[in-house]
T-cell receptor, first 115, second 111 residues
Framework: GAVVSQHPSWVICKSGTSVKIECRSL??????MFWYRQFPKQSLMLMAT?????????EQGVEKDKFLINHASLTLSTLTVTSAHPEDSSFYIC???????????FGSGTRLTVV | GNSVTQMEGPVTLSEEAFLTINCTYT??????LFWYVQYPGEGLQLLLK?????DKGSNKGFEATYRKETTSFHLEKGSVQVSDSAVYFC??????????FGKGTRLHILP
């Protein structure tokens, strides 16, 4: 079945540095990818939707210059947290969809801790 | 490790029919359980949740009861509408706060 690989599964970085999270569809072409963020004990929050080859659509309140999303190919989308701060510490998870009629497959998530 | 298994779709029902989408889980400890919904063209939305055994989550006519003895969290609605057509995800969050999703169940409601 459809598999999405998300890497890294956890990362600790210093405040002010940038972190890149990758989301790869291993056995299908992902035309659309969603990036979510989850704060402890809370629900997922959609950050942005990206379609291959076009700019990501960000949800209201999400800083596009801070959370850079690139979906350059049909199998890879990346989320870069730039100039990370402790308040960016969270669990980030991606979801990929092939065709409009296919299902959604989630990555395993990335735990980011900024110190 | 923790895991979630939900019934495969698609599920097709007529309007006003009774809906059940099964979800079972495997987890250590006492996870929180969720149902999320994704409408066409949109991102995930939290539908309901339950944080301890025997809790019942409910929202928009949907209900699910946290059954520890059967490790289940089945989603039910007494009378579905066309607007309920979407993909439904069962999920759990364990002691590490990491959320794990089921594969999703696509629901089609016919008028």
């Amino acid at each position: 079945g459809a598999v999405v690989s998300q890497h890294p599964s956890w990362v600790i970085c210093k405040s002010g540095t940038s972190v890149k999270i990758e989301c790869r569809s291993l056995d299908f072409q992902a035309t659309t990818m969603f990036w979510y963020r989850q704060f402890p004990k809370q629900s997922l929050m959609l950050m942005a939707t990206s379609n291959e080859g076009s700019k990501a659509t960000y949800e209201q309140g999400v800083e596009k210059d801070k959370f850079l999303i690139n979906h350059a190919s049909l199998t890879l989308s990346t989320l870069t947290v730039t100039s990370a701060h402790p308040e960016d510490s969270s669990f980030y998870i991606c979801s990929a969809q092939g065709t409009a009629m296919s299902g959604y497959t989630f990555g395993s998530g990335t735990r980011l801790t900024v110190v | 490790g923790n895991s979630v298994t939900q019934m495969e779709g698609p599920v097709t029902l007529s309007e006003e029919a009774f809906l059940t989408i099964n979800c079972t889980y495997t987890a250590t400890g006492y996870p929180s359980l969720f149902w999320y919904v994704q409408y066409p063209g949109e991102g995930l939305q939290l539908l309901l949740k339950a944080t301890k055994a025997d809790d019942k989550g409910s929202n928009k006519g949907f209900e699910a009861t946290y059954r520890k003895e059967t490790t289940s969290f089945h989603l039910e609605k007494g009378s579905v509408q066309v607007s309920d057509s979407a993909v439904y995800f069962c999920a759990l969050s364990g002691s590490d706060d990491k959320i794990i999703f089921g594969k999703g169940t696509r629901l089609h409601i016919l008028p």
